[in-house]
């Protein structure tokens, strides 16, 4: 699903992945192109990192969620949970392992790619 989501985010957006981390080639960042804000980071993790009971690999993607109670909605359904290694308030980790439908994932990427967003001002 991984190779999915990130051929949904360059049709979708027009952003290709970059690699912060030096020596880390799976560690994906896509980022807003006007201001290059995150609005995911795809990852290898192990289940375990997660808390949960496997030591099998996983590919997962954050998420920023600003809606608070979407957000503790979302943290309640299987596969996804509070961000690992992100602000647990604003994002969410989604696994990427079929448990949420690709559908979903496609529609949070939307969510975060637009609460990512440059904030229109409004004139005085």
């Known amino acids: 699903m991984r190779k999915k989501i990130t051929k949904y985010i360059l049709e979708q957006y ?28 795809i990852m290898d993790l192990y289940y375990s990192t997660l808390g949960l009971e496997s030591d099998d690999p996983v590919s997962a993607i954050n998420l920023k969620i600003d809606d608070s109670i979407l957000h503790e909605t979302l943290v309640n359904e299987p596969g ?17 392992d079929g448990s949420v ?23 005085v």
Do not use: C, Q
């Not at 027009?14 to 995150?38: C, I, L, M, Q, Y």
């Open 14 to 41: 027009g952003v290709e992945p970059d690699f912060p981390w030096e020596g880390d080639d799976t560690s994906a960042v896509f980022r807003h192109p006007t201001n290059r804000k995150w609005f995911a980071l």
């Open 80 to 96: 996804i949970m509070p961000a690992y290694h992100m602000n647990k308030r604003h994002w969410v980790t989604v696994l990427l």
């Open 101 to 123: 439908p690709e559908k979903n994932v496609h529609e949070l990427i939307d969510i975060s790619f637009n609460a990512t967003a440059p904030k229109r001002r409004r004139k």
